[in-house]
């Protein structure tokens, strides 16, 4: 194949803040290396202030969208859109991490730099118009997030996440890896809009069995990736048994990333054949919702309760994206800020109650928290209420959104069931409340300390986001539909 | 910026004001949030002049873009169905505040805070003329009575509250469904404009489509009520609760249900809800007697009261779905009474706790010898709860039955059981607890009224009396509001069978209300 | 690209060779399992160990150096792998391929650096040093 392959100025540009991000990982790396304990304290702030540069270039280079790369990289307002979500989950991730290392005695560049890595896959499968792209990213950031699972090695809990986290992930990328070669030899390409042009051309059409089947194969990779029902079983171990700044993490980046590429997988590459994926959706976000919150009803392990919950959180994305449309698109991508700012939040409170060991994340050892720190426990309340759907918090527009997006495209069924499911999550997320705020401490609690600057940097401004996208949605949403013009 | 406006949102700075004040000044907490509520209170009593006038129109309105898409419009208004509504949420919260000056010991920045939150969500959803932001007001009411049960209730307060908390989210979940799906259809959430639409045909609903939606509609208004079947978080909440939160919750929270069914329910789905009124007022009837039969045989003061509270909803729902004058009228009235003496009741009860530390009935006795004043007020207000005449509920109920009357007769005999039963359980309650012998707790405990319980109770008293005899100042305005849903309802296309030719029914043989009410 | 499945005969070969290979498969453990002699001893038990008679126990820890040094052995080992398809298409990418490659070297460089100063290779030092293998 013969052809220029040096990349152009503004291709650079575009990918410019991948490459930044890497170089800031690598640097970490040699710093890591070379530093003595006390300078070691500025590396989080190095690795913080490289993700705000490296989202600054992100916003910059969307005033120049088009592909890169030989058009595996398509930078537009969709890829922007997630590149700068998952960027900021990373800052807000390291705001949470730094104190929660230190209490581990576990200080450490490589922590931040396995934070940038992932961050940097992640961008990736926003990025990517490439389904190998796509598999590259999910890679990057898993592989990356592994070892994040696993980073207290002397925990036994986190070695435990690690292993299932990596074993689970493999087998998954395998699926997705098998079903990519499956549509290279139906399509005989697998650049996503090359994938879109074979699929409407009625001339050329390959059989539906096969493409169905490939499909199918990327489906349970992607599904698997946001913990989607019937392959969620990994996440409540994982979650629970990660620390837990690298859980939030978890909960959030790699899931928007995901729901990324699975945005442009169904929504543009097999939109032509989108009544082959739209009833499997369907069935899955119902399952989805119902498995999610009903398993949570019944925890007593507040992080196993959130991965609960998170997968029901997938499931109503997956509504959005069942009904196949742009306001569909535009609910989904919404509903991944609103859900990283209230998720977020909520684990940063986790981490600052559970402290050294984690050996304080039951429900019962968040009793009397409204008394002993009202603040705290008031702003883990915004995003409870948020988690619930209460309105003036960005989780009830994400919801509103959703259910519009639903109804829309008529579909009544899955928005009633949906609307019931999240009554039936109020009574989990309720019991948090009850327990802060009804309930007693009990006698000879100790003291909790109040949280570091960096959790209530990231405690502030997760609830300020959480509330002015319940009071102002059409800020992100505007956003959002600007970047979902891809579909028609 | 309007009155209204004021009133909407004076509350809702106060909330976040009150929980920035210091913590350790629990004295400095109270006087602001009574400050607050007391000019709130005045204030309201500022949209009285313009809404009698006009009551038909919506007053003090006003309609800003809150967000483009979807389009959510800040638009509120007052007319003569949500003033007296309006007034009567600040009037009694005032009147919480003051009452939970010495009970309230613990977080009681937070107590205050949340009082004035709540009031400014009641008074939101009352003014709201968007669905959406009706909406939004109804969840925010929704928080603050959560935690004013789960913090500062008895001892199974959790249970109640959580209770309550999911009663009420899995109704509003379908309505919010209801809501978007009218949103997907007419493009608007703008009651008005919605009701525009359906009236000049741009919008037309199926008649599947609008019983489904109205039931959606209605099955969040229900629980609220509670209609029979679902009333049962209802005596928990109320029976857990601390007075104040009893006090609001009866006399406003319920109001919300009723409320809704009048504004929007009737209006957007007419033949929904004609077609529906037959099995309605059913359990409204069950819920009449078996209120009041379970209320007969409750322990316990605030259970009795709670049920006495389904049988009198139960009224109001029976009113509305009469589908004429007098039965309307009748119940948005009887919403106010009941406002004013079970909240009365719920105030009286705690007035009894603070003094005994009991809600048993069988831990008291004789208490007229050791505090006549509260004996006569306490019976003052049962003799109003009962419907006994020159007092209010005796209007209001009597409005109802004359209405339930005309649109079927059977209706207002079982009704009128739920009057005489009233009568069994309101006197037994004040017979065993003020007469009969004291015993040694009661007498040892028991002072007369302190000049701050009299503050308190005075003005409801006051209000159940001119309530009663004055029912000219009041129903006008309502009336005259009525008058648009009737012609609403009547005139849609469906026919109800079972009752005479409804356009007679009000039209042409109404007497004047007015000279009915005074002529006892 | 067809647009269909070939017909049926064309995949018969295939089946064939399918149903040939399985056959075979089975037939050969099986025969094994049929005709051969089994002879149970304690020599026979044992782990097989290149034909030396077994000495200790077989569950003798290891130095976890050993594991970082095979770990860090197939990482440099895979990212060498690499030099073989660039080479292949060194000539068509030209200049572009020639950075690429210079990038990636310093990658793994870094990589190499990062391990040496985390202690990783001190081999020889003695016990209390451990916890410098971080």
């Known amino acids: 194949m013969p052809g220029n392959y040096m990349p152009s100025a503004a291709e650079l540009f575009r990918f410019s803040p991948e490459l930044l991000l890497t170089a800031a990982g690598t640097l970490l790396m040699i710093f890591e290396a070379i530093t003595s304990p006390k300078q070691k304290r500025s590396l989080p702030v190095f690795a913080f202030l490289s993700l705000l540069a490296a989202l600054a270039l992100a916003v910059a280079a969307s005033s120049d969208p088009g592909p890169a790369f030989n058009r595996m990289l398509q930078v537009d307002g969709f890829a922007t859109f997630f590149r700068v979500l ?58 990356a997030t592994y070892v994040l699972a696993g980073y207290l090695r002397d925990d036994k809990r986190n070695n435990e996440a690690a292993l299932k986290y990596f074993l689970l992930g493999s087998f998954a990328t395998a699926f997705l890896l098998y079903g990519v070669a499956w549509i290279y030899g139906t399509t005989g390409t697998t650049n996503l809009s090359g994938v879109r042009g074979v699929l409407l051309d009625p001339q050329n059409a390959p059989n539906a069995i096969l493409i169905s089947v490939a499909l199918g194969l990327v489906l349970v990779g992607l599904l698997f990736k946001v913990s989607a029902v019937p ?17 939030a993490f978890m909960a959030t980046g790699p899931k928007a990333a995901a729901f990324a590429a699975f945005l442009r997988i169904t929504m543009w590459a097999f939109e032509p054949v989108k009544n082959h994926w739209i009833p499997v959706l369907w069935f899955t976000a119902i399952a989805t919702m119902i498995v999610g919150n009903f398993a949570a009803l019944r925890q007593s392990n507040v992080k196993r309760l959130l991965a609960y919950s998170s997968i029901a959180h997938a499931g109503y994305v997956l509504v959005a994206l069942t009904a196949a449309s742009k306001t569909g698109t535009e609910a989904a991508m919404f509903y991944m800020v609103s859900y990283a700012a209230m998720n977020l939040g909520a684990f940063a409170v986790i981490a600052h109650v559970a402290r050294k060991g984690e050996r304080r994340v039951e429900i019962d050892d968040f009793a009397g928290l409204g008394n002993r720190q009202p603040l705290t426990a008031a702003i883990f309340t915004v995003f409870l209420l948020s988690l619930i759907g209460v309105p003036l918090t960005g989780g009830f527009f994400a919801k509103f959104y959703v259910f519009k997006a639903a109804l829309d495209s008529q579909l009544i069924a899955l928005t009633i069931v949906g609307l019931l499911n999240s009554a039936v999550a109020a009574f989990y997320y309720l019991r948090l409340i009850v327990i802060m705020y009804m309930q007693p401490a009990p006698e000879g609690v100790d003291t909790l300390p109040e949280p570091s600057l960096g959790i209530r940097t990231a405690l502030v401004a997760c609830s300020l986001a959480t509330v002015v996208l319940g009071v102002f949605p059409s800020l992100v949403l505007d956003i959002a539909g600007r970047g979902a013009s891809f579909i028609r | 910026m309007t009155l209204l406006e004021l009133v909407l949102l004076i509350p809702a700075a106060g909330f976040l004001v009150a929980l920035l004040l210091p913590k350790g000044n629990p004295k400095l907490v109270r006087n602001f949030a009574l400050a607050v509520s007391l000019v709130v209170f005045l204030l309201s009593l500022g949209l009285i002049g313009a809404v009698t006038a006009d009551p038909q129109h919506m007053q003090f309105e006003r309609s800003i873009q809150w967000m483009q898409s979807p389009a959510i419009r800040y638009h509120i208004g007052v007319d003569g169905l949500s003033l007296w509504l309006v007034i009567l949420s600040t009037l009694l919260t005032p009147i919480c505040i003051l009452v939970s000056w010495n009970s309230i010991q613990k977080n009681v920045s937070l107590f205050y805070a949340f009082m004035l939150l709540l009031l400014a969500g009641v008074v939101g959803v009352f003014v709201s003329l968007d669905l959406f932001l009706f909406y939004v007001f109804w969840e925010i009411s929704l928080v603050p009575m959560y935690f004013l049960i789960g913090i500062w209730g008895h001892d199974k307060r959790i249970y109640a509250a959580v209770k309550f908390f999911l009663y009420t989210m899995a109704g509003s979940v379908l309505m919010l469904g209801a809501i978007i799906w009218l949103y997907v259809k007419s493009g608007s959430f703008d009651i008005p404009f919605i009701l525009d639409s359906l009236g000049k045909g741009r919008l037309t609903l199926g008649a599947s489509e609008g019983l489904w939606l109205f039931l959606a509609f209605f099955l969040a208004f229900a629980i609220k009520v509670p209609l029979f079947p679902l009333h049962t978080w ?22 919300l249900g009723t409320y809704g069914i009048v504004r929007i329910c009737l209006p957007l789905f007419p033949d929904a809800a004609k077609a529906s009124a037959n099995w309605i007022v059913v359990l409204a009837l069950i819920g009449i007697v078996y209120g009041a039969l379970v209320a007969m045989v409750q322990p316990n003061m605030k259970r009795l009261v709670a049920y006495s509270s389904v049988s009198h909803l139960g009224f109001v729902v029976l009113g509305i779905f009469s589908f004429n004058h007098f039965g309307m009228d009748g119940a948005v009235y009887q919403m106010l009474n009941h406002g004013v003496s079970t909240g009365a009741l719920f105030i009286l009860v705690g007035f009894l706790y603070e003094r005994r530390h009991s809600l048993e009935i069988v831990d008291y006795g004789g208490v007229a010898t050791v505090a006549p004043w509260l004996t006569i007020l306490f019976v003052i207000t049962s003799l109003a709860s009962i419907g006994l005449p020159l007092l209010n509920n005796f209007v209001g109920e009597f409005l109802v039955l004359q209405g339930a009357a005309v649109a079927n007769f059977p209706w207002a005999i079982v009704a009128a059981l739920g009057v005489i039963l009233s009568a069994v359980y309101m006197l037994w309650l004040v017979q065993r607890t003020f007469y009969g012998a004291t015993p040694a707790a009661v007498k040892s405990h028991f002072t007369d009224l302190s000049p701050r319980e009299w503050a308190i109770i005075v003005p409801l008293v006051a209000l159940m009396l001119w309530m009663g005899v004055g029912s000219g100042s009041f129903l006008p305005a309502v009336r005259s509001s009525n008058d648009q849903t009737l012609n609403l309802v009547l005139k849609s296309t469906y026919a109800r069978q079972s009752s005479p030719p409804a356009e007679l029914v009000g039209r042409v043989t109404r007497p004047d209300l007015k000279e009915s009410a005074d002529a006892r | 690209m067809p647009n269909q499945l070939a017909p049926a005969e064309v995949w018969f070969p295939i089946l064939t060779q ?25 020599v026979k038990d044992s782990p097989y160990e290149c034909g030396i008679t077994p000495v200790g126990s077989a569950r003798n820890r290891f130095s976890v150096k050993f594991y970082l040094v095979a770990m860090l052995f197939i990482l440099f080992d895979i990212e060498a792998i690499f030099l073989y398809p660039w080479a292949v298409v060194y000539r068509e990418l030209k200049l572009f391929a020639f950075f690429e490659m210079l990038l990636f070297m310093a990658l793994v460089l870094v990589g190499f650096f990062y391990i040496w100063k985390k202690g990783v290779l001190d081999w020889a030092v003695d016990e209390t040093s451990d916890e410098k293998i971080q």
């Open chain 1, 231 to 247: 392959f969620q079983s990994w996440a409540p171990d994982v979650y629970q048994g990660a620390p837990a700044p690298v859980t």
């Open chain 2, 234 to 255: 209802l005596p928990d909440a109320h029976g857990e609760a601390p007075t104040a939160g009893s006090v609001m919750l009866a006399s406003v929270m319920l109001k």
């Open chain 3, 18 to 42: 399918v149903v040939f290979a399985v056959v075979m498969a089975v037939a050969l453990v099986g025969v094994g399992l049929a005709l051969g002699k089994r002879v149970k001893n304690k």
């Open chain 1, 86 to 143: 998952v960027m900021a989950i990373g800052a807000v991730t390291i705001l949470i991490s730094t104190n929660y290392l230190k209490q581990a005695e576990h200080e450490g560049g490589e922590f931040y730099s396995l934070v940038l890595f992932s961050v940097v896959g992640q961008c990736l499968m926003a990025t990517a118009n490439e389904l190998i792209m796509i598999f590259i990213g999910i890679e990057v950031s898993s592989i």
